[in-house]
């Protein structure tokens, strides 16, 4: 399983750190200007190899379970704190970037919402800030729960619990439910053949439980997901609207063969590079394996062997949950 936790881990890492120096950047300038390999500086003037807010809420989740061996939704959001107060989890102990709606939702943390309710829970508070940082808690729900999570409801109930810490409203909790459920299967066999079944399952629970069944009309293109796949990169937005990153991290999963081919895909796309890379990267890092990481990528990373040790621990924790 350490295997698995640190591709996928380092994955999201790396295609986070790829897409960091072009974050903003529209698709046709990119088109002009295509990324081929990881860069210096750029948007955020930040050296070649750092990462955003996403690898650094990764590595919160990550290591609060790895602590505690549960989830314990105070314990995150103190780490989420210790990020945006003392820069801790992050490549050079300095915060750089910090979405609205992640921000709006540790200041209420820090005025006093219990967890579970810091979260926006309006339409317009369903960015890509809870999906960007909750692939930690597939290999957590793989091991408690099993490859059909599903039937358990309570491991549904932690995966929205999670999101509800940033991102509270039911389309952002769907959309960590998809990736997790792709994520899981991905874990359970590193095939990307099974992946329209863990959708399926996914629209099934969500079918059958209340508010949440109005909401999968904004998921319907992934109901085929062999259509969806063919189409043209023109009809792929890589926005930071939490449904658009889930589509595009997963047709460029499903359009490329190699690790490399698919960060790249993803941020190229342009606008949101960084997680599109982040969410894309972790997908990818767990179907081809951290050995078929470019070399040089991996190098590039500061603090590698201290998020080795976050993923050691972190699997170590998890082993007897």
Known sequence: MYDRILSGIMGLCIGDAVGVPVEFKNRKLLKNDPVTDMRSYGT??????????????????????????????????????????????????????????????????????????????NEYDNGNGSLMRILPLAFYIYKKYGNDFFKNE?????????????????????????????????????????????????????????????????????????????????NISSSGYTVHTLEASLWCLMNSNSYEEAVLKAVNLGDDTDTTGAVTGGLAGILYGYDTFPKDWVESIPKSQWIKNICVKFNNSIMYV
């Open 154 to 234: 309570w491991a549904v109930k932690e995966i929205h619990n999670v999101s509800s810490l940033t991102h509270n409203h039911p389309r952002s909790k769907i959309s960590c439910g998809i990736y997790i459920s792709v994520a899981v299967s991905l874990i359970s066999n590193k095939s990307i053949d099974n992946i329209q079944n863990a959708i399926n399952n996914a629209f099934e629970w969500y079918e059958n439980n209340g508010h949440f069944s109005d909401e999968l009309v904004h998921f319907k293109r992934l109901h085929d997901l062999e259509s969806f796949k063919n189409l043209s990169e023109d």
């Open 44 to 121: 955020h003037s930040q050296p070649k190899g750092t990462w955003s807010d996403d690898t650094t809420m990764t590595l919160c989740l990550a290591d609060s379970i790895g602590d505690i061996g549960t989830i314990d939704l105070k314990d995150i959001m103190d780490r989420f704190v210790l990020w945006v107060e003392k820069g801790e989890y992050t490549a050079y102990d300095e915060v750089f970037d910090i979405g609205v709606a992640t921000r709006n939702a540790i200041f209420r943390y820090l005025d006093g919402s219990s967890p579970i309710n810091c979260g926006g829970k």
